[in-house]
């Protein structure tokens, strides 16, 4: 059984740092593409930033570069995602999700997490 597991989300002031995690079980954790999703309250669900099976090729949307910064670690089978210089805007529920395929893991992953909040006050 395949699991996807967020934490690291919180309440953080705009301008403030937050690191989120996903632990992954269940699967062949170094075959997968990983990606990051949030979905703020009334919005659809966007993906933030993916990353391929090794780590070498990454992307990210327009409205969290050069603030966010994805990473893996295969040994540990953990994803991460560092937020800096946080915003209002990004408040948002935050999910991590894999894929076999890197340009799917954007699109249709097969596999979701339960989501992590994170809240960014002004």
């Known amino acids: 059984q395949v699991q996807l597991v967020e934490s690291g989300g919180g309440l953080v002031q705009a301008g403030g740092s937050l690191r989120l995690s996903c632990a992954a079980s269940?699967?062949?954790?170094?075959?997968?593409?990983m990606g990051w999703f949030r979905q703020a309250p009334g919005k659809e669900r966007e993906p933030v930033a993916q990353?391929?099976?090794?780590?070498?090729?990454?992307f990210y949307a327009n409205s969290v570069k050069g603030r966010f910064t994805i990473s893996r670690d295969n040994a540990k089978n953990t994803l991460s995602l560092q937020m800096n210089s946080l915003k209002p805007e990004d408040t948002a529920v935050y999910y991590c999700?894999?894929?076999?395929?890197?340009?799917?893991?954007?699109?249709?992953?097969?596999?979701w997490g339960q989501g992590t909040q994170v809240t960014v006050s002004s």
């Open positions: 990353i391929s099976w090794g780590g070498t090729r990454t």
């Open positions: 269940g699967l062949a954790f170094s075959n997968y593409a």
């Open positions: 999700a894999a894929d076999l395929s890197y340009t799917q893991v954007v699109a249709t992953p097969d596999y």
